[in-house]
């Protein structure tokens, strides 16, 4: 148990949609980073926030944005979703600090129809 | 470009053997490294991190070395459990960047 906490755990939208993923970091931790992770893969960068500012990205169109709020909880939203979005989508959260270790939830399952 | 590189893609050994997972990455200015292990469907659960200062790190039956002047880093579990099987992802922070660079993971099944 991590103490990072994803919702929903899975979710079914239709093309053409909109959704937002949350993520509840864990205590103490002031930095959240997103990922994608199609079947069979590894998981890939969609960007990270630190104190509420985005300081890196991926190469995800901005149809991905996302959100950091003061109690550093976070959010992932995506607009105009396309079939190729289906994935799991992972947040992680640690502490401040480039060194530090990624304490990742249990992902939310996103299906697009 | 940092690459992360895990051979082989899926493992299949029988119960009690000891066995080694490999993991290789092509730009030596890492952070850190860290393996990881995800059951289907599901997160990732952290396994051992290691600082880029360190060559390894042990907790319980797993042991990950690395050599970062080689690229290289290896996961060690000794006498496997069938519990043991999942997808074991190893990944780099790089020195320029935020972000996680993760390989494509080996499959892992442990046969009772």
């Known amino acids: 148990e991590t103490g990072v906490t994803q919702s929903p755990t899975h979710l079914i939208k239709t093309r053409g949609q909109q959704v937002t993923l949350r993520c509840s970091s864990q205590s103490g931790h002031n930095t959240v980073s997103w990922y994608q992770q199609a079947l069979g893969q590894g998981p890939q960068f969609i960007f990270q926030y630190y104190r509420e500012e985005e300081n890196g990205r991926g190469n995800f169109p901005p149809r991905f944005s996302g959100l950091q709020f003061p109690n550093y909880s976070s959010e992932l939203n995506v607009n105009a979703l396309e079939l190729d979005d289906s994935a799991l989508y992972l947040c992680a959260s640690s502490p401040a600090g480039w060194d530090t270790e990624a304490f990742f939830g249990q992902g939310t399952r996103l299906t697009v129809v | 470009k940092q690459e992360v590189t895990q051979i082989p893609a899926a493992l299949s050994v029988p119960e009690g053997e000891n066995l080694v997972l490999n993991c290789s990455f092509t730009?030596?200015?890492?952070?850190?490294l860290q393996w990881f292990r995800q059951d289907p469907g599901k997160g990732l659960t952290s396994l051992l991190l290691i600082q880029s200062s360190q060559r390894e790190q042990t907790s319980g039956r797993l042991n990950a070395s690395l050599d970062k002047s080689s690229g290289r880093s290896t996961l060690y579990i000794a006498a496997s459990q069938p519990g043991d099987s999942a997808t074991y992802l190893c990944a780099v922070r790089p020195s320029s960047a935020s972000k996680i660079i993760f390989g494509s993971g080996t499959r892992l099944s442990i046969r009772p």
């Open positions: 730009d030596s200015a890492i952070y850190n």
